[in-house]
């Protein structure tokens, strides 16, 4: 990242400017934007553009109608700096980005969005940025800079150090939000944070900017001077008074420009010599005392001493300072910028605003395939239906209406809040409280609460196809022809300036170089202009000053003067605007004719704001491709006028309009049939949707459910086979034990027998032999086809250590062994342990 910065000082005024060029990488483009930030905010970013002042007037007029500076203000209270707040208005004011530079700065936008959802945004508001930018100044001058002004240069590197821990937690969690935070994943992660000088300044300074008894020992000293000699005035001034015990009532101790003295009350004589430093009529006198001078003169000097050794810390931290100024003052940079393109975050969430689909419209009405819409959500191919659309605000609203609504609404229920939190209080304080008129009260805040929340703004749906290059919209007064005017002129402004499009779904708005604007009735006095001659006179304006890729919009075209010469004229100068004036011109009016323009030119499109005949009120909702009717004469029947005007009227405006407007009745009441079948239907789309998502979370939750039970059955199988099998290797232990007990004994009962046998037998004849059944136990073993011979499967043998038959199931030749099983037990024996 590249950055330059420079602060300059002006004589007559204090003016600091910081600028900063930072590279940002784009999938089809890399651009530079140019990012000022100074204490006095008129002048466009760009040092080659014309500043705001030489606009043309006609821009600055239609910004002015537009209430475009309302919305900048809107945007500046959700900077948490003062500089913030003062760059968000000079970036919002300078219109003068390329399609380029809006891109950047929606996608700066959707990544602040991203950090701000996740969480990993910091508030601004924890820092002065007006002393950070004092004391870099004072810094570069090599002056000492205040203890306050450290810290709150420690307070900018802690929260970009906080900043950056927040944006690495994130990554580390999942990487894809690398991405998501881009631009500003870069923009953050590549400033350099100096620990040593947060410590160094933390080491000298406390937090309340005063700088520590520890950091030098010249201060220490000079400190503890200063110290000492107070407690000795203290206790001198003290001692003065008590000696004049009579006058003590009216004495007391006082400091005068850091000297030690006395008050004494009006005309009150003293009994201790002194200088007198200040006497007044009514107020009596102050003294210093002879004995307190030398005091107080070696005081002064212990203060200058202090001050001094303070200095002395701060130059140290200046010098230290220095070292890192070109860091400290990017770091400075990028934070007021961050604050900026967060400002636009959060304002954007706020009021619920959906990121645009920006794009760029050439001349042959081909587009620029830039691949710049702000991630997959606003991209034309995930929204077929908006492919044919140059303009598509679906449920767009106007930002001021909506803030208006929000802060009203916001008012309310703060009123309840404090209406009984005083209620509360009232009880808690035992004051009588009048039940009657307290309950009265809550529910008519109650009441209006309920109705805002039941009456929010009317949300307008725009749609303008890409061969249409006019737009007619006809209507009653105050049916709302003005306010969609606005609503697309504030929403293209809001797009190009980086901020989200407030509207319920995600929206597509092609890029305008201007957005030109004659609205209202107003009376040019200063230049003795009739309300006709001032529209004419700023039509021609904008006229002159449109291009092919400006939006144009005009509000009651042709009105003012007679009507067949305003309609020829209006009818005149929107063919013009369709041949070449602008990309996009959208007209009010009340003139029939030039509702029939869209039948002759299909550059031409029409529209009509509903009106509710038998409520006698507007709806605010467009009802596109009919002209829009006459209503006067049904209003005025229903207002209760004479049968005889009413009909005297009708046959005086004709036959022939009447008949044109039944035709366009039938037309309303078509396309309002069918707007409520693709409302209903939208509506019926949106629960299947909604259950889809829910059917799918349901197979989701099911399939983990299922995943889970056999992981818990599994882990239970071998939770329950690991006891078994410890449970049969404890047992087969207690067998072992158990058989080789017997087996002893037996070796032992049968060696026993054996030799009295013997004995006995060697007595009668010493060449007799022992049976083999006898002294089986205790002859040798002998090989297998010498002996016996092996048993077959299914044979049932003797085991004299278990004194138990068992059942053969496996012989094995090779290794004379014999698997048996005797009652539950399998054992795997030598052939010389069992008895066939």
């Not at 920006?358 to 009405?365: A, P, W």
């Not at 061969?467 to 009653?476: A, E, K």
């Not at 693709?678 to 889809?692: A, C, D, F, P």
């Given at each position: 990242?590249?950055?330059?910065?420079?602060?300059?000082?002006?004589?007559?005024?204090?003016?600091?400017?910081?600028?900063?060029?930072?590279?940002?990488?784009?999938?089809?483009?890399?651009?530079?934007?140019?990012?000022?930030?100074?204490?006095?905010?008129?002048?466009?970013?760009?040092?080659?553009?014309?500043?705001?002042?030489?606009?043309?007037?006609?821009?600055?007029?239609?910004?002015?109608?537009?209430?475009?500076?309302?919305?900048?203000?809107?945007?500046?209270?959700?900077?948490?700096?003062?500089?913030?707040?003062?760059?968000?208005?000079?970036?919002?004011?300078?219109?003068?980005?390329?399609?380029?530079?809006?891109?950047?700065?929606?996608?700066?936008?959707?990544?602040?969005?991203?950090?701000?959802?996740?969480?990993?945004?910091?508030?601004?508001?924890?820092?002065?940025?007006?002393?950070?930018?004092?004391?870099?100044?004072?810094?570069?001058?090599?002056?000492p800079v205040s203890?306050?002004?450290?810290?709150?240069?420690?307070?900018?590197?802690?929260?970009?150090?906080?900043?950056?821990?927040?944006?690495?937690?994130?990554?580390?969690?999942?990487?894809?939000?690398?991405?998501?935070?881009?631009?500003?994943?870069?923009?953050?992660?590549e400033l350099a944070i100096s620990r040593s000088l947060v410590r160094f300044i933390q080491q000298l300074v406390d937090e309340d900017g005063s700088v520590k008894d520890s950091a030098s020992s010249a201060l220490k000293q000079s400190r503890d001077q200063v110290r000492l000699l107070e407690r000795k005035l203290y206790q001198l001034m003290e001692s003065i008074i008590r000696n004049g015990m009579e006058e003590a009532s009216s004495m007391e101790v006082s400091e005068i420009d850091g000297r030690w003295c006395i008050r004494s009350g009006f005309n009150q004589r003293t009994s201790f010599e002194g200088l007198l430093l200040s006497s007044a009529s009514g107020t009596g006198s102050v003294v210093e005392p002879l004995s307190a001078v030398p005091l107080n003169d070696a005081l002064q000097q212990a203060k200058a001493s202090v001050s001094k050794a303070e200095a002395d810390v701060l130059l140290k931290i200046t010098q230290k300072m220095q070292e890192e100024i070109d860091y400290i003052e990017s770091i400075f940079s990028v934070m007021v910028r961050l604050d900026v393109i967060n400002a636009r975050a959060r304002y954007s969430l706020a009021f619920g605003g959906a990121c645009p689909d920006l794009f760029l419209q050439q001349q042959t009405d081909s587009f620029v395939d830039t691949d710049a819409s702000l991630k997959a959500k606003t991209s034309v191919t995930l929204h077929p239906k908006r492919s044919k659309w140059t303009v598509y605000l679906p449920k767009a609203y106007h930002p001021l209406l909506l803030q208006k609504h929000q802060q009203a609404l916001q008012k309310a229920m703060k009123d309840i809040k404090n209406a009984n939190a005083e209620i509360r209080r009232r009880k808690?304080?035992?004051?009588?409280?009048?039940?009657?008129?307290?309950?009265?009260?809550?529910?008519?805040?109650?009441?209006?609460?309920?109705?805002?929340?039941?009456?929010?703004?009317?949300?307008?749906?725009?749609?303008?196809?890409?061969?249409?290059?006019?737009?007619v919209i006809t209507g009653p007064n105050t049916g709302g022809k003005t306010i969609c005017l606005k609503t697309v002129a504030l929403a293209a402004l809001m797009a190009k300036s980086g901020l989200y499009v407030l509207a319920s779904e995600p929206v597509k708005i092609p890029w305008f170089d201007f957005v030109f604007a004659d609205i209202g009735d107003e009376q040019s006095l200063s230049q003795s202009l009739s309300t006709f001659s001032g529209h004419l006179k700023q039509i021609s304006k904008i006229r002159s000053h449109s291009t092919d890729m400006?939006?144009?919009?005009?509000?009651?075209?042709?009105?003012?003067?007679?009507?067949?010469?305003?309609?020829?004229?209006?009818?005149?100068?929107?063919?013009?605007?369709?041949?070449?004036?602008?990309?996009?011109?959208i007209a009010t009016t009340h003139h029939g004719e030039l509702k029939t323009l869209k039948y002759s030119n299909h550059a031409f499109e029409n529209a009509c704001m509903e009106f509710d005949e038998m409520k006698l009120k507007p709806t605010y909702r467009i009802l596109w491709g009919i002209p829009g009717r006459s209503n006067a004469i049904n209003i005025a029947e229903r207002l209760g006028m004479p049968d005889v005007i009413v009909h005297k009227a009708r046959e005086l405006y004709g036959a022939a309009s009447a008949e044109i407007n039944e035709v366009i009745l039938d037309m309303e009441r078509f396309k309002q049939n069918f707007h409520e079948?693709?409302?209903?239907?939208?509506?019926?789309?949106?629960?299947?949707?909604?259950?889809?998502?829910?059917?799918?979370?349901?197979?989701?939750?099911?399939?983990?459910?299922?995943?889970?039970?056999?992981?818990r059955k599994v882990q239970e199988i071998s939770e329950a086979a690991a006891v078994a099998r410890s449970s049969i290797q404890r047992r087969a232990r207690q067998y072992r034990a158990i058989s080789s007990q017997l087996s002893q004994k037996i070796l032992e009962s049968n060696g026993h027998t054996s030799t009295v046998k013997s004995e006995a037998k060697k007595e009668k004849s010493e060449t007799s032999e022992a049976t083999p059944a006898v002294c089986s136990a205790s002859t040798s073993r002998l090989p297998v086809s010498e002996t016996r011979k092996l048993p077959n499967v299914g044979d049932s043998v003797h085991v004299p250590s278990l004194n138990k038959q068992a059942l053969v199931l496996k012989v094995d030749a090779s290794r004379e062994e014999l698997l048996v099983q005797a009652g539950n037990m399998k054992l795997k024996l030598k052939l010389t342990d069992v008895l066939t």
């Amino acid at each position: 990242m590249l950055l330059s910065i420079s602060l300059l000082s002006n004589s007559s005024a204090s003016f600091a400017t910081v600028a900063f060029t930072v590279p940002k990488v784009h999938s089809v483009f890399r651009h530079s934007i140019k990012f000022k930030v100074h204490a006095f905010l008129n002048k466009p970013l760009d040092s080659n553009s014309k500043p705001a002042s030489n606009q043309p007037s006609v821009l600055i007029d239609s910004l002015r109608v537009l209430e475009w500076d309302k919305l900048c203000d809107s945007v500046a209270s959700f900077a948490g700096t003062s500089l913030g707040k003062k760059a968000i208005k000079e970036q919002l004011g300078y219109l003068n980005q390329t399609f380029e530079d809006s891109l950047g700065l929606l996608e700066e936008t959707n990544a602040a969005v991203e950090m701000n959802k996740y969480g990993a945004m910091v508030d601004f508001n924890g820092i002065d940025i007006e002393l950070v930018k004092t004391a870099i100044q004072i810094a570069r001058r090599g002056f000492p800079v205040s203890g306050t002004e450290a810290m709150n240069v420690v307070a900018l590197l802690q929260f970009v150090e906080m900043l950056q821990s927040n944006v690495k937690a994130a990554i580390k969690q999942d990487a894809e939000w690398y991405q998501r935070f881009m631009p500003l994943t870069e923009m953050i992660m590549e400033l350099a944070i100096s620990r040593s000088l947060v410590r160094f300044i933390q080491q000298l300074v406390d937090e309340d900017g005063s700088v520590k008894d520890s950091a030098s020992s010249a201060l220490k000293q000079s400190r503890d001077q200063v110290r000492l000699l107070e407690r000795k005035l203290y206790q001198l001034m003290e001692s003065i008074i008590r000696n004049g015990m009579e006058e003590a009532s009216s004495m007391e101790v006082s400091e005068i420009d850091g000297r030690w003295c006395i008050r004494s009350g009006f005309n009150q004589r003293t009994s201790f010599e002194g200088l007198l430093l200040s006497s007044a009529s009514g107020t009596g006198s102050v003294v210093e005392p002879l004995s307190a001078v030398p005091l107080n003169d070696a005081l002064q000097q212990a203060k200058a001493s202090v001050s001094k050794a303070e200095a002395d810390v701060l130059l140290k931290i200046t010098q230290k300072m220095q070292e890192e100024i070109d860091y400290i003052e990017s770091i400075f940079s990028v934070m007021v910028r961050l604050d900026v393109i967060n400002a636009r975050a959060r304002y954007s969430l706020a009021f619920g605003g959906a990121c645009p689909d920006l794009f760029l419209q050439q001349q042959t009405d081909s587009f620029v395939d830039t691949d710049a819409s702000l991630k997959a959500k606003t991209s034309v191919t995930l929204h077929p239906k908006r492919s044919k659309w140059t303009v598509y605000l679906p449920k767009a609203y106007h930002p001021l209406l909506l803030q208006k609504h929000q802060q009203a609404l916001q008012k309310a229920m703060k009123d309840i809040k404090n209406a009984n939190a005083e209620i509360r209080r009232r009880k808690q304080q035992g004051e009588t409280i009048l039940r009657e008129e307290t309950n009265a009260n809550l529910q008519s805040l109650e009441a209006k609460v309920a109705k805002l929340k039941e009456e929010p703004p009317v949300p307008v749906d725009i749609y303008v196809a890409h061969n249409t290059r006019v737009l007619v919209i006809t209507g009653p007064n105050t049916g709302g022809k003005t306010i969609c005017l606005k609503t697309v002129a504030l929403a293209a402004l809001m797009a190009k300036s980086g901020l989200y499009v407030l509207a319920s779904e995600p929206v597509k708005i092609p890029w305008f170089d201007f957005v030109f604007a004659d609205i209202g009735d107003e009376q040019s006095l200063s230049q003795s202009l009739s309300t006709f001659s001032g529209h004419l006179k700023q039509i021609s304006k904008i006229r002159s000053h449109s291009t092919d890729m400006s939006l144009v919009l005009l509000d009651e075209v042709g009105a003012g003067t007679n009507p067949l010469e305003g309609a020829a004229l209006g009818m005149s100068l929107l063919e013009s605007f369709a041949e070449s004036g602008s990309l996009l011109t959208i007209a009010t009016t009340h003139h029939g004719e030039l509702k029939t323009l869209k039948y002759s030119n299909h550059a031409f499109e029409n529209a009509c704001m509903e009106f509710d005949e038998m409520k006698l009120k507007p709806t605010y909702r467009i009802l596109w491709g009919i002209p829009g009717r006459s209503n006067a004469i049904n209003i005025a029947e229903r207002l209760g006028m004479p049968d005889v005007i009413v009909h005297k009227a009708r046959e005086l405006y004709g036959a022939a309009s009447a008949e044109i407007n039944e035709v366009i009745l039938d037309m309303e009441r078509f396309k309002q049939n069918f707007h409520e079948q693709v409302r209903e239907s939208q509506h019926l789309l949106k629960l299947t949707k909604g259950l889809h998502h829910k059917l799918l979370t349901a197979r989701k939750k099911v399939k983990e459910h299922n995943i889970n039970q056999r992981s818990r059955k599994v882990q239970e199988i071998s939770e329950a086979a690991a006891v078994a099998r410890s449970s049969i290797q404890r047992r087969a232990r207690q067998y072992r034990a158990i058989s080789s007990q017997l087996s002893q004994k037996i070796l032992e009962s049968n060696g026993h027998t054996s030799t009295v046998k013997s004995e006995a037998k060697k007595e009668k004849s010493e060449t007799s032999e022992a049976t083999p059944a006898v002294c089986s136990a205790s002859t040798s073993r002998l090989p297998v086809s010498e002996t016996r011979k092996l048993p077959n499967v299914g044979d049932s043998v003797h085991v004299p250590s278990l004194n138990k038959q068992a059942l053969v199931l496996k012989v094995d030749a090779s290794r004379e062994e014999l698997l048996v099983q005797a009652g539950n037990m399998k054992l795997k024996l030598k052939l010389t342990d069992v008895l066939t």
